[in-house]
């Protein structure tokens, strides 16, 4: 557990080099740091030092205040994005049930985050980011599914087909997909100062983005390797590992980052440089989980854990152990780090701060 | 079987009011009219004196070249989109085994076909039209799962899921729903001589169409309710019924033709009077399949026959009876024909032949 823990990242206001100076800063020093770890002060340090070198403004970045406020105004879309009371109510229960469910909103910080960094507005990608947490949910549903993963418990509650069954299951995830390319189509989603003559063209090109991250060169990609791999007796070379994880998770994350971006208005520079940012990102958060899935309990993940090791999964403790998977993380972190460094360091700090919270998290 | 003829439209050219001129008005007179049906004669003048009111182009249209043509076009255009090559060969073997079954192409056709009616190239809208093919081929992989429909004959071969597994099945399902906004988003799909200030904006406008017919305004909407009909020993009232038609059948067929209209860049009262064409020859298409279901049989259908009887499904036939059933369709017929109208005769041959032919298919 010493090597990598989830929550240092937030850590990086306490660390030697920044002591904790504004009560913002130490309101959120004590969230994040919960116990003490003795590999904290060199991560701490690292980050700290990337941060440092620009302005205070990075480092007393409010990064529980930051995604707290993202993840409210995702939410406040997603709620009024389907109506409880229109028929037919089972399916947009079971859809509300599976979208409403608290999940962390991760993605759509990114995209927002995204947006922000390369000089658009945060409205302009509102209802990307909303669409990206749509299909991550859709993905959930289907992935959970009895002829799929088969997963009873998923953000600490039971399934959507557990609840509702599996065919309302199936519909409900077909529905959040489609919902999703509405909220990126749907003319009223945006806000009236975007771009009247760039904005439909950016539009188009971000769906162009979801849509190929989703199918057989996405999110359905790597569950059916994934799927494949599951059933073999055969050892699973590391390659085919990353094949999976890049599909099955960095696709999705990868989408709302360059997404983010073209909706900001971003240059094709600046949007491949995000998009590399976006792939050690996703890749981290593979290797993040399952680190988890072997250290943590499924009270504290909210969902089965355990469930790699029970079912002989191949995962990066496994292949490398836990020592070099947490090595391994350390270095797409790094990786991802470095992409950002030619951006604005205050526009940077979203981006920044999320890289290391995917890096640290606790479930 | 005297009232309702599913090959009679295409016989316009050899009523009494257009004797067939040309071979290859002949041909397909041939090739349509395989038996004499009594009341072929009174459908055949009434699309006769419509047809006929503009010029000989409409009555030599041919329409079973027409419709040929349209699909080899799309067939190319969806066989080249998914790689049998690339890995996960599992996966795209599915989708193209789902995708190039040999359908009749109905979808693409009225797209490409109301492009054609407010004077765009057909071109335009091909990635549309593979789109709305690709959605219809989706929601019939999800609707045979056993866990829905159970059904285990499409198109005259084993189903997707009877071939490749359940798990497979929904993954193809949720792969093709993403590559046909892929087909509709990506910038190399369309040619080039669209008009590159307007395009984007049709282009978004026409996937927030797609988008809204396939989910819980739609497609989707429309199972469920369908799922939810079958499993109750309640009667099904007639305005349920068309509900679900509506939403399962009609939502996809509306959407391809409103989005030929909006890529051919049709204005809004012509997108909005063709939108009332689709409504119409959607809710045809279901109430002539249920008196298919009923009137024909396995193989003449290519999938399983009488077995909305069979599972004591609700349909037109069953509530209305199967005249008045035929009556219903004749009026819906009537209506579509009568949107048509305002629009340049040649133009609108494809349309009105499409709106005959689903009338009277056999299958």
Redesign the interface.
């Known amino acids: 557990m010493a090597a990598f823990h989830p929550m240092a990242a937030s850590c990086v206001r306490i660390s030697p080099l920044l002591p904790a100076a504004s009560p913002v800063a130490e309101a959120e020093a004590a969230w994040a740091c919960t116990a003490p770890y003795a590999h904290r002060r060199r991560f701490s340090a690292t980050v700290a030092t990337a941060a440092a070198s620009s302005a205070s403004a990075a480092t007393e970045f409010d990064f529980k205040a930051y995604i707290g406020e993202k993840a409210t105004a995702v939410n406040r879309v997603l709620d009024a994005s389907?109506s409880a009371d229109?028929?037919?109510a089972?399916?947009?229960e079971a859809?509300r049930y599976a979208l409403l469910a608290g999940g962390k909103r991760v993605r759509p910080a990114l995209c927002l985050a995204a947006c922000a960094i390369v000089g658009g507005r945060e409205a302009w990608a509102m209802p990307a980011a909303a669409a990206v947490e749509i299909v991550h949910t859709?993905s959930l549903v289907?992935d959970d599914?009895p002829?799929?993963d088969d997963d009873d418990l998923r953000r600490g509650k039971p399934t959507c087909h557990v609840v509702y069954?599996?065919?309302?299951a199936?519909?409900a995830?077909?529905?959040?997909?489609?919902?999703s390319?509405?909220h990126?189509?749907?003319?009223d989603s945006y806000p009236p100062d975007v771009d009247a003559?760039k904005h439909?063209?950016r539009?188009?090109?971000s769906?162009?983005e979801?849509?190929?991250c989703?199918?057989?060169e996405?999110?359905?990609?790597g569950?059916?390797?994934d799927?494949?791999m599951t059933g073999s007796a055969e050892p699973v070379p590391i390659d085919r590992l990353e094949y999976i994880h890049l599909h099955k998770t960095a696709s999705l994350l990868e989408a709302s980052v360059v997404i983010g971006a073209i909706l900001g208005g971003g240059s094709d520079e600046q949007i491949e440089r995000l998009r590399k940012y976006a792939r050690s990102i996703g890749l981290l958060f593979q290797v993040v989980d399952d680190i988890l899935d072997v250290t943590k309990s499924s009270e504290e993940l909210g969902k089965t854990a355990g469930k790699d090791l029970a079912s002989d999964k191949t995962t990066y403790p496994k292949l490398l152990g836990l020592e070099k998977s947490r090595e391994f993380a350390e270095k797409l972190l790094s990786d991802a780090r470095e992409q950002l460094s030619g951006f604005d360091k205050e526009k940077a700090a979203p981006l920044l701060h999320l890289a290391n919270y995917i890096a640290y998290r606790q479930n």
């Not at 069954?165 to 309302?168: Q, T, V």
């Not at 990126?184 to 003319?187: D, G, K, N, T």
């Open positions: 389907i229109e028929p037919p089972t399916l947009h859809m859709m289907h599914l002829c799929m069954g599996e065919p309302i199936v519909l995830g077909d529905a959040l997909l489609s919902l390319f509405h990126m189509a749907r003319v003559d439909p063209a539009v188009v090109r769906i162009a979801l849509a190929r989703i199918g057989s996405g999110l359905v990609a569950q059916v390797v799927l494949e």
